[in-house]
């Protein structure tokens, strides 16, 4: 699915072949960055990511949510896209789905937020209630790459379906894998159940909760 920049782009290359132009200058949409050639901290990065304007999303946050908490954490938690409470107010842990995910790091692992990191597989807030397409989620790709290298975390673990098959590029069933611990480079990779979807189906809290007890276990 093209973003709405390559729409536009491409009906304004054909309002101009109508009034008669045969050349325009290149256009390169959605240039695609390279991890290796992104900053080698996580601050200067961060400001490479609230710059970025490779795709439409950059039009539709207020800013990017580059992450939250310790940049050395040994567990990292990557949700799939920025909500409009995050983006309105530039916080984590927001909203229903914010304070129960506090909740299973504070209450069931045991650990404070600023000891984990929490960052989005896709930076900015997506327009309405559309996904992202898979190029913008293409542009945000290298930025998780660099943030995973830098960080280094021992534990991956990923909310829901959406941010599990950015990070893996896996499309299969997510049930398949949910609760499981996967071998990701150097690190474990543990498939969740998205918060929000906890929340609206709480008949599922029992398995939450053996998959925190499992990241519990790792952690020991």
């Keep these: 699915m093209d973003s709405f920049q390559n729409l536009a782009l491409l009906e304004n290359l054909y309002r101009l072949k109508s009034l008669g132009y045969t050349y325009v200058d290149p256009i390169t949409p959605n240039i695609q960055t390279h991890s290796n050639s992104l900053p080698d901290t996580l601050s200067v990065l961060g400001e490479s990511i609230s710059q970025c304007y490779l795709c439409d999303l950059s039009k539709s946050r207020s800013q990017s949510m580059i992450g939250y908490g310790n940049p050395r954490a040994q567990l ?3 949700d799939a896209y920025v ?3 995050e983006d309105e107010g530039s916080e984590y842990y927001v909203g229903r789905s914010g304070a129960m995910l506090r909740d299973m790091i504070e209450k069931v ?3 404070k937020t600023e000891d984990v990191y929490l960052t989005h597989a896709v930076k900015c807030k997506p327009f309405g209630f559309q996904n992202p397409s898979p190029s913008e989620c293409s542009s945000c790709s290298p930025f998780l790459s660099k943030q995973l290298d830098l960080i280094k ?3 991956i673990v990923t909310l829901g379906p959406d941010a599990y098959q950015i990070l893996s590029g896996d499309n299969g069933d997510f049930e398949r894998v949910r609760g499981e611990i996967i071998t990701f ?3 474990l990779l543990i498939p969740m159940y998205h918060p929000l979807y906890l ?5 599922l809290k029992k398995e939450a909760m053996r998959d925190l007890q499992s990241i519990k276990a790792q952690l020991s």
Aim: aromatic share 4%.
């Design 153 to 155: 975390p021992r534990i």
């Design 199 to 203: 929340v609206r189906n709480p008949s």
């Design 185 to 187: 480079g150097e690190a």
């Design 83 to 85: 909500s409009a409470a």
């Design 109 to 111: 692992l045991q650990m």
């Design 76 to 78: 990292l938690f990557i």
